[in-house]
């Protein structure tokens, strides 16, 4: 029963370079999130979508860019990293009415 | 637009004692729910309790206990026998019935004293 899966779990890059975190669920879940989580700040929602095709802006979208083609997955895209998007980035998926299920999130150090 | 304050950034408790973490949140709406998560130095985010607002009884969870009191808008989580695996980051989140959203707190860093 894996539930909510992110890969990686740890990532260094360097300024301008881009990646792509994957998070996968298998909870059969509508509703996927991306929050990054800063000291001092919680967890600050980034993109959310509510189903497959669909994707919305969260708190603090720029820089950052989501797809959902398939239900089960949730892609975050980074075209061009700074070191302000060094973070802990977490992954979420739910139904309507019921808790956030999280991943073990990734850290992402820009430098 | 909804919030959710968590007022102590840190808070600390002996072995066996009890502790209490406190919440509010800011909301026009009527029907919601509330969520405590604990987040150990694993970093993975573990739900501890969560709470329909229109249930008036206090939701329980072995030695995890909520007051909430929904007209002063506050979600306060209580510890009893607290124990060293207790010691973790405490998120409090909020969300509407309808809406696609969840709010966070800022947390409180929990020690556990031996």
């Known amino acids: 029963n894996a539930g909510v899966t992110q890969t990686p779990k740890f990532r260094v890059l360097k300024t301008g370079q881009s990646m792509t975190l994957l998070c996968a669920q298998d909870?059969?879940?509508?509703?996927m999130y991306w929050y990054r989580q800063d000291p001092g700040m919680g967890l600050r929602l980034i993109h959310y979508s509510v189903g497959e095709g669909t994707t919305a802006k969260g708190e603090v979208p720029d820089g950052y860019n989501v797809s959902r083609l398939k239900k089960q997955n949730f892609l975050l895209g980074l075209e061009s990293a700074a070191p302000s998007q060094t973070s802990v980035y977490f992954c979420?998926?739910?139904?309507?009415?019921?808790?956030?299920?999280f991943g073990q999130g990734t850290r992402l150090t820009v430098v | 637009a909804q919030t959710v304050t968590q007022s102590q950034p840190e808070m600390s408790v002996q072995e066996a004692e009890t502790v209490t973490l406190s919440c509010t949140y800011d909301t026009s709406e009527s029907d919601y729910y509330l969520f405590w998560y604990k987040q150990p130095p694993s970093r993975q985010m573990i739900l501890v309790i969560r709470q329909e607002a229109y249930k008036q009884q206090n939701a329980t969870e072995n030695r995890f206990s909520v007051n909430f009191q929904k007209a002063a808008k506050s979600f306060s989580l209580k510890i009893s026998d607290s124990q060293l695996g207790d010691a973790a980051m405490y998120f409090c989140a909020y969300r509407t019935y309808t809406g696609n959203q969840f709010y966070f707190g800022t947390g409180t860093s929990l020690t556990v004293i031996p």
């Open positions: 909870m059969n879940h509508e509703y």
């Open positions: 979420a998926s739910s139904y309507s009415f019921q808790e956030a299920f």
